[in-house]
Nanobody, 121 residues
Framework: QLQLVESGGGLVQPGESLRLSCAAS????????IGWIRQVPGKEREEVSC????????NYADSVKGRFTISRDNANNTVYLQMNSLNPEDTAVYYC??????????????WGQGTQVTVSS
């Protein structure tokens, strides 16, 4: 069974960058589209980005477009989220989620445990 583990979160100042990683075990990521979803307590969760199996199609929420970049390394069973120009509104727990298919329209499958990103001066 696919298991996902996020890493790379932390506390940064506005304008700084972080790179989140989503590492898989138990199965290979290459069969799944992967999304990054963030959750703030009391707010609806937001899928900030998703990448297809091939990596040829990526989606971004308007709130992060131009600042975040998703990528995948199927050989190393890892998906990344490069986050630049971070601002306090990006503060959230970030989860990687496997879609049950090759495209970002497939239903959600396995979730990671989440990694906290805090942007504050």
């Amino acid at each position: 069974q696919l298991q996902l583990v996020e890493s790379g979160g932390g506390l940064v100042q506005p304008g700084e960058s972080l790179r989140l990683s989503c590492a898989a075990s138990g199965d290979t990521l290459k069969y799944y589209a992967i999304g990054w979803i963030r959750q703030v307590p009391g707010k609806e969760r937001e899928e900030v980005s998703c990448i297809s199996v091939s990596g040829g199609r990526t989606n971004y929420a308007d709130s992060v477009k131009g600042r975040f970049t998703i990528s995948r390394d199927n050989a190393n069973n890892t998906v990344y989220l490069q986050m630049n120009s971070l601002n306090p509104e990006d503060t959230a727990v970030y989860y990687c989620v496997a879609r049950l298919g090759s495209h970002c329209t497939a239903p959600f499958g396995s979730w990671g445990q989440g990694t906290q990103v805090t942007v504050s001066s």
